[in-house]
């Protein structure tokens, strides 16, 4: 069973630096489209950033191009999300999926998605708060 576990939530000021990460257990994420979404009390859940099985492409949404950054690291069954120059509005529950894009076709290695339905796992969220 596929289990994705986040960490590296935490409270942080206004303009602030952190770096979530996501790991794998039971499955090998090199098979996999990624992605990090993040949903605030009484919104709902909004894209964030997601990853290609290459991690030659990637995609942000619009709140957070240039201050976001989604990387990967198969070799450690990980991804990451490097916030920077965080905003109040940031603060929300973030979490990452996992969309398995193997045998898809033979650009599938360099897919990505952007829409919380494509996703086939999920982890359980790590919170980050941004103080102002």
């Known amino acids: 069973q596929v289990q994705l576990v986040e960490s590296g939530g935490v409270l942080v000021q206004v303009g602030g630096s952190l770096r979530l990460s996501c790991t794998a257990s039971g499955r090998t994420l090199s098979s996999d489209a990624m992605g990090w979404f993040r949903q605030a009390p009484g919104k709902e859940r909004e894209f964030v950033a997601a990853?290609?099985?290459?991690?030659?492409?990637?995609s942000y949404g619009d709140s957070v191009k240039g201050r976001f950054t989604i990387s990967r690291d198969n070799a450690k069954n990980s991804m990451y999300l490097q916030m920077s120059s965080l905003k109040p509005e940031d603060t929300a529950l973030y979490f990452c999926a996992g969309k398995p894009t193997s045998g898809l076709g033979s650009n599938s290695a360099n897919w990505y998605y952007t829409r919380a339905n494509s996703y086939v796992y999920w982890g359980q969220g790590t919170q980050v708060t941004v103080s102002s």
């Open positions: 990853i290609s099985r290459s991690a030659d492409t990637t």
